[in-house]
Nanobody, 129 residues
Framework: QVQLVESGGGLVQFGGSLRVSCVVSGISLEEFAIGWFRQVPGKKREGVSI????????YYREDVKGRFTISGDNAKNTIILQMRSLKPEDTAVYYC??????????????????????WGQGIQVTVSS
């Protein structure tokens, strides 16, 4: 059974920091890239950051570059999104998702939610102004 479980969200003040974690079970991180997405009511789920354990490549949305850092511990099947200099517009439910990688060994880091095979339940991050 595949499970992705997020933790670490909460309430933080403007300019503060927060770390959210995603523990993955039931799949290999060599075969799946992990992405962090976020969603606010009435809007589409949007990509925040993605990591591939095949080659270590990462990708960030433009407005979080320099503030957010994605990292992973393959041995612990855990992916962490460290968020700094948080702004009220970062407020959302954050989800981690797993997307299967190509069989040719390359990395694929889609920044839209449709191709993702598995999702966590989501965790609320609220930044107060």
């Amino acid at each position: 059974q595949v499970q992705l479980v997020e933790s670490g969200g909460g309430l933080v003040q403007f300019g503060g920091s927060l770390r959210v974690s995603c523990v993955v079970s039931g799949i290999s991180l060599e075969e799946f890239a992990i992405g962090w997405f976020r969603q606010v009511p009435g809007k589409k789920r949007e990509g925040v950051s993605i990591i591939s354990f095949r080659d270590g490549s990462t990708y960030y949305r433009e407005d979080v570059k320099g503030r957010f850092t994605i990292s992973g511990d393959n041995a612990k099947n855990t992916i962490i999104l460290q968020m700094r200099s948080l702004k009220p517009e970062d407020t959302a439910v954050y989800y981690c998702g797993a997307v299967q990688q190509p069989v040719d060994g390359s990395s694929w880091l889609p920044f839209f939610p449709d191709p993702y095979d598995y999702w966590g339940q989501g965790i609320q991050v609220t930044v107060s102004s």
